[in-house]
């Protein structure tokens, strides 16, 4: 546990970023430019939160356990910063608990955030140790995690718009990690946090792997993700090949695309089925898209048409059966088919290209159509109506910091409630 004692206060450092070679000729380039995506608000530099906070832990009211994050270890709750009365994130995790393994991640993940200091990145506001328990504090994320809000209040996807203002700030900060060499190897819905001032951060960073190994960048790695069976639907086939070509960063923008897949229809590609199949149908380069009608013929892709509106490949009858049970049982049909845009479907055709060279990089990506077009008609609200535009593109979500939902919360403190997070839904944060 002494791992701790030499970063008790988070420090933000300005790291001076490691220039990469970002330009690929890939499929994307109908719909790439090499012009800056308009404005939003994910890129508005952040208001850094002056507030010392302390190491003791009286100054913590714990309101309402959110949810659990590393493989269940910690607990994120709400809480209240009590000198300032600021509504924070607390995460505990029992040091007694953890592997010697367990404990090298999270020293990994304390030591990494110190070089961050991006708007789209998520880090602590201070880190400390008590009765063998490691206390991380960060800002609260008033609308919590993009999994939490599709399955509270989108259970049938989110709208494009609410999509590509969520994606341009996850591809900001990746730019970021990926320029500074590193791999996030986790990026999925849980892992995207969502404040109440409009901003949206990358969480997720234990997962995370440099590529600059003794001053020297490594054009590939070969390392698997501590935990990846949890995370499986979401990984790279090359990631998951484990052969002599390694990966790289693009392995991000295939996580990316399925990410895409699920906060556009409520629902993960490959989750429903047995881990043995799904690295079958990804290896053998199964392909993955939206699920709606096709705004195109699906041929002039190189894909097969089938009923369930996917390439299953040859294991069609597996992939439809799991994407029809998870449709028609687990979850309520749309009264009606999602018409996605023909712009949002190439986007997350590139994402998912199987050959990673054929993917974009994530500042490509920035530049793709799909987030221009939606930056742009949401760019001159945004300069005028931060908030509002936001809180339109969210509506019915209610955030934590409401005063209804604190009240809520008060009664959690109480004791009446401590099972569910404060919006009445059962803990759904990972960090």
């Known amino acids: 546990m002494t791992f701790v004692r030499d970063c008790s206060c988070i420090s933000h450092t300005s790291v001076e970023n490691i220039s990469v070679e970002d330009h690929y000729d890939t499929v994307s380039h109908h719909y790439l430019t090499n012009e800056p995506a ?6 508005t530099p952040p208001n850094d939160d002056m507030t010392v906070y302390s190491t003791d832990i009286s100054h913590y009211q714990l309101l309402s356990e959110l949810g659990k994050g590393f493989h ?3 607990v994120v709750c709400l809480a209240r910063h009590r000198p300032t009365g600021n509504l924070v994130a607390v995460k505990r995790t029992n040091l007694d608990n953890c592997t010697e393994e367990q404990l090298g991640v999270l020293q990994n993940e304390v030591l990494q955030t110190q070089l961050f200091h991006h708007p789209n990145i998520l880090t602590s506001q201070i880190v400390f140790t008590s009765s063998s328990k490691l206390w991380v504090i960060s800002p609260l994320m008033a609308y919590g995690s993009a999994e939490c809000l599709v399955k509270t209040y989108f259970s049938d996807g989110m709208s494009e718009s609410l999509i590509a203002f969520i ?3 996850v591809l900001k900060g990746l730019d970021y990690l990926h ?3 590193y791999i996030h190897r986790s990026v999925k819905a849980s892992h995207i946090l969502l404040s109440g001032d409009g901003r949206v951060y990358l969480s997720g960073l234990h997962s995370l792997y440099s590529m600059v190994r003794d001053g020297k960048r490594s054009k590939v790695v070969y390392d698997v993700p501590e935990q990846s069976s949890t995370v499986l639907p979401w990984l790279s086939p090359e990631l998951l090949r484990q052969d002599l070509h390694g ?24 989750q429903d089925m047995h881990p043995t199949l799904m690295l079958l149908q990804k290896l053998k380069g199964s392909h993955c898209c939206l699920l709606d009608i096709h705004p195109f013929p699906l041929e002039g892709l190189g894909l097969k048409v089938s009923r369930s509106g996917v390439d299953s490949g040859i294991g069609e009858s597996v992939a439809t059966s ?9 979850r309520p049909q749309s009264p009606a088919p999602k018409n996605f845009s023909v712009l949002f479907h190439n986007f997350v055709e590139l994402c998912l290209q199987h050959d990673p060279e054929k993917r974009p990089s994530a500042r490509s990506l920035l530049t793709h159509a799909f987030l221009k077009q939606y930056n742009l008609l949401l760019g001159l609200q945004v300069k005028r109506h931060t908030k509002e535009s936001f809180l339109n593109l969210l509506h019915p979500a209610v955030p934590l910091n409401n005063p209804r939902v604190l009240a809520k919360a008060a009664q959690t403190a109480a004791g009446q409630d401590s099972t569910t997070s404060p919006d009445g839904t059962a803990g759904a944060w990972e960090f």
């Open 72 to 74: 269940d270890l910690s």
């Open 322 to 330: 799991s994407i029809m049970r998870t449709m028609t049982g687990e």
């Open 179 to 181: 320029r500074m060499g």
């Open 247 to 270: 990966y790289d960063v693009k392995s991000d923008i295939y996580s990316l695309g399925i990410t895409a897949c699920e906060l556009a229809s409520g629902r993960v590609p490959f």
């Open 38 to 43: 308009a404005c939003s608000l994910s890129e």
């Open 167 to 169: 994606l341009y700030g």
